[in-house]
C-alpha cells in the first residue's frame, strides 16, 4: 500500500494540517506502507517562496518522514497536459468564458440536482456564433469537464458511506493553471497512491475526483476523511482561539 501527504505551500501548517499529516503517516506506516511527500504548488499566485521547506522542517519536527524525493507539482506539467489531451480526445473538456459574478447569478438561478454553487453549464449550451463571439472577445477560457451530473459514490473508512452530483469542475483556471482536482487525480494514480488521508473538508470533492478517474482510465484510491482541528466554540481552529502553528507554541 502507498499513502501520501500532500500539503500546499501557500501558508505555515496549521495544527490541523499536521495532524492530518500525522494520522495519514500513522495509517500508512502501521499497515507497512510507503508514504510520499508532494507539494502542490501550482498555484502560482498564492504559493510563496520558502514556504515548501517550512512545512517539510515542521512535519520532520513532528515526527512524520517519507520514502523518496518530495514531489513538486510545478515539475509536472506535462502529465497534466496530458490528461486534458486525453479528456479532449473523449470529449469531456469544454471552453467556459463565465466570470465569477456570472457563475454565481446563474448558480443562484438554477433548479435540479447539481449542489448549492454548482456550475450550471451556461457555456456547454453556447450556440456556435455565441462560441465564436466569446472566442474572439480575447478572455482565455477555464476548461470544464463535461460531467453531466454524474452521480459518484464512494465509502470513506472514517465517514462510512458518502455521495455526490459532480458538476461541470474546471480542470484548468482562465489563467492557464492546473486545477487541484486535475493534478490530485493524475498524480495519485501516477504515484500508485492507494489511501488518500486529508482533512473532511475535502470530502466534497471526491466525487469529482473519482469520476476524474474514472474518466481518465485510472486506478480510484480509498479514502479516508479526519475531522478537522475546532476550537472550543465549535468552528474550525483559528488564531483568534490561540496558537495554530508549531511556532506559535
Ligand atoms: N493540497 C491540498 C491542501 O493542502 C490537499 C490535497 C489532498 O490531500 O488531496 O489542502
Redesign the pocket.
Known amino acids: 500500500m502507498i499513502g501520501r501527504f500532500?500539503?500546499?505551500p501557500t501558508g505555515v501548517l496549521h495544527i490541523g494540517n499536521l495532524r492530518t499529516a500525522l494520522l495519514a503517516w500513522l495509517f500508512a506506516r502501521s499497515a507497512g506502507a510507503r508514504f510520499l511527500m508532494r507539494m502542490?504548488d501550482l498555484d502560482v499566485g498564492r504559493v510563496r517562496p520558502g514556504l515548501d521547506v517550512a512545512q517539510l522542517e515542521d512535519l520532520a519536527a513532528v515526527g512524520v518522514d517519507w520514502d523518496g524525493p518530495v514531489e513538486y507539482q510545478s515539475a509536472r506539467l506535462s502529465l497534466y497536459e496530458a490528461a486534458l489531451d486525453r479528456l479532449r480526445e473523449e470529449r469531456l473538456l469544454y471552453e467556459c468564458y463565465c466570470t465569477r459574478a456570472e457563475i454565481h447569478e446563474a448558480a443562484s438561478a438554477a433548479h435540479g440536482p447539481l449542489p448549492e454553487g454548482a456550475y450550471p453549464g451556461t457555456c456547454l449550451r453556447l450556440s456556435a456564433a455565441e462560441l465564436a463571439e466569446k472566442r474572439a472577445s480575447g478572455r482565455p477560457p477555464a476548461l470544464r469537464v463535461r460531467a453531466g451530473g454524474a452521480s459518484v459514490a464512494f465509502v470513506d473508512r472514517l465517514l462510512g458511506p458518502l455521495s455526490g452530483v459532480v458538476d461541470d469542475f474546471v480542470v484548468r483556471r482562465g489563467d492557464g493553471a492546473f486545477a487541484y482536482n486535475l493534478a490530485?487525480v493524475v498524480d495519485d494514480a501516477g504515484q500508485g497512491v492507494e489511501e488518500?488521508v486529508?482533512g473532511s473538508d475535502?470530502a466534497d470533492s471526491t466525487p469529482r475526483q473519482l469520476w476524474l478517474a474514472r474518466a481518465l482510465g485510472l486506478p480510484e484510491p480509498s479514502h479516508a476523511h479526519v475531522p478537522l482541528v475546532l476550537g472550543p466554540d465549535g468552528a474550525r481552529l483559528a488564531k483568534r482561539h490561540g496558537a495554530v502553528t508549531l511556532d506559535d507554541v
Open positions: 500532500a500539503p500546499s502542490e490530485v488518500v486529508r475535502l
